[in-house]
């Protein structure tokens, strides 16, 4: 299964027509993929904040959006989701790469990724954690589960996921 | 003049246009001076006025005006790039630039002492820029809106505040009125 190319069918299916993105190893795939999605108007954000304020005018104007970014954006979006996406009661999809998992070869990304899942809980945010390929299958519901109750919800996906990093 | 007397000046040519307004102060006095379905009053979030405005923007055909300040578009510098480069006709980011943080109590902020936030959008890329001062902006922003190209305006004017009351409206009613003005 090409998980880049399922999530991109997805995002397509349930109408998603604008997505912004902050770059991470993991996510190359998946970015180049839905560049090249005439479906999908893809505009890169230079900060995750910045993306969340893209999304929550695009959706104002009619269109679905999503934003796919890594874990450590969080430690940068509390303010954002708090007080635009969810006081506002604004759909997002957030496709994160939760960098700092099992698999993960960079020591300091572990740092952000212990307090993923609390700070997401302390958010109230819904949350699934995407562990192995088969995972993807989850994604189509949970689309329709962040469009059918207008909140942000986190997809993380982690390294063992998206297939590791080579040999390590 | 005091940004409160800009938005007093300009409230007859945004009104029928859909306007994103920055938190805070420059909200609240939209708010008073001219509340209207197509007005959307940012109540938390500093710095995504641009963004937000932006998007809308993006996402379908009417003009669109972002109301931001300078010490707002100094929180988030990374969105002149990104409007910059992908740039639309239907968007005109106005930026009241009175060179302190109005809304906490006038600190000043750099874009009134050596940082110039035009030549800032021109090296982003932005295409047209205007720095203005308060008492002109009125053509500027008229000719902005009428324009098939994307216009970033910086509004040089007085820092200064007015008394006024914090906006009650519930902010998903703020959003479901904006989205009913978008879509009709």
Redesign the interface.
Same mark, same amino acid.
């Given at each position: 299964m090409n998980i880049d190319k399922r999530i991109c069918d997805d995002l397509v299916a349930n109408d998603v027509s /604008?997505v912004t993105t902050v770059p991470c190893k993991q996510l190359a795939g998946v970015i180049e993929e839905i560049d090249q999605r005439s479906e999908i @108007?893809h505009?890169?954000? =230079?900060?995750e904040?910045? $993306? %969340? +304020?893209?999304?929550? +005018?695009? /959706? %104002? $104007? +009619?269109?679905r959006?999503a934003i796919i970014m890594q874990n450590t954006a969080i430690g940068v979006t509390i =303010? *954002?989701l708090? *007080?635009?996406t969810q @006081?506002?009661? %604004?759909p997002l999809p957030m496709i994160i790469s939760y960098r700092g998992e099992l698999r993960e070869p960079v020591a300091c990304q572990v740092e952000m990724a212990v307090h993923t899942k609390a700070l997401l809980a302390q958010m109230h945010i819904p949350t699934y954690h995407f562990h192995w390929q088969k995972d993807v299958e989850e994604f189509d519901n949970i689309l329709k589960y962040t469009f059918m109750c207008n909140k942000p919800v986190a997809i993380l996906t982690d390294a063992n996921f998206w297939g590791g990093y080579g040999d390590q | 003049m005091i940004r409160s007397e800009i938005l007093k000046d300009i409230a007859p040519i945004i009104r029928d246009h859909l306007v994103v307004c920055n938190i805070g102060l420059p909200s609240q006095e939209l708010h008073l001076i001219d509340d209207q379905p197509t007005n959307f009053y940012m109540l938390g979030t500093m710095g995504l006025s641009s963004s937000i405005g932006f998007g809308l923007a993006l996402a379908q055909d009417k003009p669109v005006i972002s109301i931001d300040g300078d010490g707002s578009v100094l929180t988030n510098l990374g969105t002149l790039p990104t409007i910059a480069n992908n740039a639309t006709g239907n968007y005109t980011l106005l930026i009241i630039d009175n060179g302190s943080y109005g809304s906490t109590g006038d600190q000043p902020t750099y874009a009134g002492r050596k940082t110039s936030l035009a030549a800032v959008a021109t090296a982003c890329g932005c295409d047209n820029v205007v720095e203005v001062q308060d008492k002109d902006l009125g053509p500027v922003l008229r000719a902005a809106i009428d324009s098939d190209d994307m216009t970033i305006i910086v509004c040089k004017c007085d820092s200064g505040n007015i008394k006024l009351p914090v906006i009650t409206l519930d902010p998903v009613v703020i959003k479901h009125r904006f989205m009913q003005a978008v879509a009709s």
């Open positions: /604008f @108007f505009i890169p954000s =230079n900060k904040d910045e $993306g %969340m +304020g893209l999304c929550a +005018g695009a /959706f %104002m $104007g +009619g269109k959006s =303010n *954002t708090a *007080t635009l @006081f506002y009661r %604004m | -």
